[in-house]
Nanobody, 118 residues
Framework: EVQLVESGGGLVQPGGSLRLSCAAS????????LSWARQAPGKGLEWVST???????SYADSIKGRFAISRDNAKNTVYLQMNSLKPEDTAVYYC????????????RGQGTQVTVSS
């Protein structure tokens, strides 16, 4: 069974940073694409970033240059380093197994809340 557990969210002031973690189990982590997605209040699920199993990464334009995705295959964990946070980054953040086109249907965790506010 695929299990994904996100952590690291919280309340941060605009301009601040957070690092999200997602611990994965139940599938071949090193062979899988892993993504982060987010859902802001009253909005749909938005793709944020993907780390492909060949080392490539991709980012949504809205966060490019501010967020960085990484993974540790030894720990079966994917990370999202978020810098220069803005109020519009406020959302529940999820990690998913798969890429951008499957975030709505792919297995994901319970999410972690990120709130950017002064």
């Amino acid at each position: 069974e695929v299990q994904l557990v996100e952590s690291g969210g919280g309340l941060v002031q605009p301009g601040g940073s957070l690092r999200l973690s997602c611990a994965a189990s139940g599938f071949s982590f090193r062979d899988s694409w892993l993504s982060w997605a987010r859902q802001a209040p009253g909005k749909g699920l938005e793709w944020v970033s993907t780390f492909y199993n060949d080392g490539r990464t991709s980012y949504a334009d809205s966060i490019k240059g501010r967020f960085a995705i990484s993974r540790d295959n030894a720990k079966n964990t994917v990370y999202l380093q978020m810098n220069s946070l803005k109020p519009e980054d406020t959302a529940v953040y999820y990690c998913t197994k798969g890429g951008r086109s499957t975030i709505a249907t792919a297995p994901r965790g319970q999410g972690t809340q990120v709130t950017v506010s002064s």
